[in-house]
């Protein structure tokens, strides 16, 4: 399982563990320091997370020019998180690719046990539990709470509710029109398996909201609709995983979710419960 645990490094020290905990370790501690980056560095963590697939097969001099940067402020800035230099770093975005890329098959064969004889259903529901209870740790005490009052005052006032993710996130967006339904809100849910998602927001206006749910690898079809839904000046609250992601409107209201996956499995707890918190805050101020 991936750790949620946010260590401070000092700069050209060198972080054994944030090598061997991989892209989500690295990726929470540059999501943490973000803001406090100067200028140059920060272009290069726009870079890497927007294309992080750029950064796995790309080189130092590749990174540096679409990050409009010189080549050793790449170096500076693998430094600054406690890497070596870009060969360490470029090392966690392989793995990455090697770990995306394993099929549901393969995830479920990592989860043998070391005699090679299936996993314990105990053993699977301690790596679930685990997984779970690291996403919401680093929901309590990572979330902005200030943005959170900022989603809820503008999901209040939306004469209608729009809800929109895919793939893995539909689960989520299935129970917050379920909780909406039951509360007597208004809404609509864009792309489930009707197919007509253009159409299911040709009423959307100004005067609606929309909740956007995307996360990293952040599914196509999602950003083509989000960038609908801000053609057409609909307020939107994104909840997602990253300062790059695409999704994020240009009010810049986002809420921030990590959830931490046990083998290849990647957790929705952190998630469901802030969408539970949406709705429940949205229905309770309505009234």
């Known amino acids: 399982m991936s750790s949620t645990h946010v260590r401070t490094a000092q700069p050209a020290t060198h972080e054994p563990d944030l090598v061997s905990d991989g892209y989500d370790a690295f990726h929470q501690k540059l ?24 950064i796995a097969l790309g080189t130092v001099s590749s990174l540096a020019a679409d990050a409009q940067v010189q080549p050793s402020t790449v170096i500076r800035f693998a430094r600054t998180f406690g890497l070596n230099g870009f060969s360490e770093m470029q090392a966690i975005f392989r793995e990455r690719i090697r770990s995306r890329s394993t099929s549901y098959g393969e995830r479920l064969h990592a989860l043998h046990g070391e005699d090679g004889g299936p ?3 105990v053993a699977v529901l301690d ?5 779970a209870i690291a996403s919401l740790d680093a929901l309590h005490h990572h979330l902005d709470r200030k943005k959170l009052e900022k989603a809820i005052t503008r999901l209040v006032g939306a004469q209608r509710i729009y809800i929109l993710g895919l793939r893995r996130s539909m689960p989520v967006t299935r129970y917050l029109s ?24 040709l009423s959307a206006g100004p005067r609606d909201a929309a909740i956007v749910i995307s996360f990293a690898a952040y599914a196509p079809r999602t950003v083509e ?16 995983d990253s300062p790059a992601s695409p999704v994020i ?6 809420l921030d979710v990590m959830e931490a996956d046990f083998q290849g499995f990647r957790s929705n707890a952190a998630t469901m419960v802030l969408i539970m918190t949406l709705a429940t805050a949205i229905a309770e101020r309505r009234k």
């Open 225 to 240: 609709l989000f960038k609908e839904l801000e053609r057409r000046c609909v307020p939107i609250v994104a909840v997602t």
């Open 178 to 201: 379920y909780l909406l339904t039951k509360m007597e809100i208004l809404h609509q849910v864009i792309g489930l398996e009707s197919g007509m998602e253009e159409e299911a927001m």
């Open 31 to 54: 999501r943490a320091r973000y803001a406090t980056l100067p200028t140059r560095l920060r272009q290069i963590a726009d870079t890497i997370l927007k294309k992080p697939d750029d």
């Open 249 to 254: 409107p240009s009010t810049g209201l986002w």
């Open 119 to 121: 996993a314990t259903s």
């Open 127 to 131: 790596g679930f539990y685990h997984a």
